[in-house]
T-cell receptor
Framework: QQQVKQSPQSLIVQKGGISIINCAYENTAFDYFPWYQQFPGKGPALLIAIRPDVSEKKEGRFTISFNKSAKQFSLHIMDSQPGDSATYFCAASNRNTPLVFGKGTRLSVIA | DGGITQSPKYLFRKEGQNVTLSCEQNLNHDAMYWYRQDPGQGLRLIYYSQIVNDFQKGDIAEGYSVSREKKESFPLTVTSAQKNPTAFYLC?????????????FGPGTRLTVT
């Protein structure tokens, strides 16, 4: 019930392409779904987050799509750049509980 | 500068020794967290604290201990009972625990035990 399953484990995308990372959850009480970006040797940084009252949230080249009935959410990175190469984590939480993280996706954007 | 500091960045210890990792925040956040990161394992919660003098076990608390004597500080002790302590340790904080509040991470401490 507390798991968040993230896929793929790794992803290679051409520069200018779209990167898509998917997450699925089981706990219907989750009501906050953030994505974090982590560069090697650094702490994760909050990238974008969504709550279940909306189906999509966009910030610049980053978009979260949320499907409440399927219990899935995904991160889309448009016009992917080499500087986007990092590990991305999805997470979920509900009221008064810490975040539960997916296992991460290592994204490589190649020129 | 506001933020979360973790020290040291790299830490080396001999097997059988306890070691304490420092985490300090000046964000005036009530909630603080410790995560362990291993390759391919994501971020696993060790302990968290919602308020001074109170803390709860996370998913992998065995072999670890914490204290929360001050709002801004949440040190983590890796004891000799932790079977595989070599990992990247991350501290985080949020205004309060729970889904209404963004969680921010420190830069991490890489612990190597030989």
């Amino acid at each position: 019930q507390q798991q968040v399953k993230q896929s793929p484990q790794s992803l290679i995308v051409q520069k200018g392409g779209i990167s898509i990372i998917n997450c699925a959850y089981e706990n219907t009480a989750f009501d906050y779904f953030p994505w974090y970006q982590q560069f090697p040797g650094k702490g994760p940084a909050l990238l974008i987050a969504i709550r279940p009252d909306v189906s999509e949230k966009k910030e610049g080249r980053f978009t979260i799509s949320f499907n409440k009935s399927a219990k899935q959410f995904s991160l889309h990175i448009m016009d992917s750049q080499p500087g986007d190469s990092a590990t991305y984590f999805c997470a979920a939480s509900n009221r008064n509980t810490p975040l539960v993280f997916g296992k991460g996706t290592r994204l490589s954007v190649i020129a | 500068d506001g933020g979360i500091t973790q020290s040291p960045k790299y830490l080396f210890r001999k097997e059988g020794q306890n070691v304490t990792l420092s985490c300090e925040q000046n964000l005036n956040h009530d909630a603080m967290y410790w995560y362990r990161q291993d390759p391919g394992q994501g971020l696993r919660l060790i302990y968290y604290s919602q308020i001074v003098n109170d803390f709860q076990k996370g998913d992998i608390a065995e072999g670890y201990s914490v204290s929360r004597e001050k709002k801004e500080s949440f040190p983590l002790t890796v004891t000799s009972a932790q079977k595989n302590p070599t990992a990247f340790y991350l501290c985080a904080s949020s205004i309060l625990a729970g889904s209404s509040y963004e969680q921010y991470f420190g830069p991490g401490t890489r612990l190597t035990v030989t």
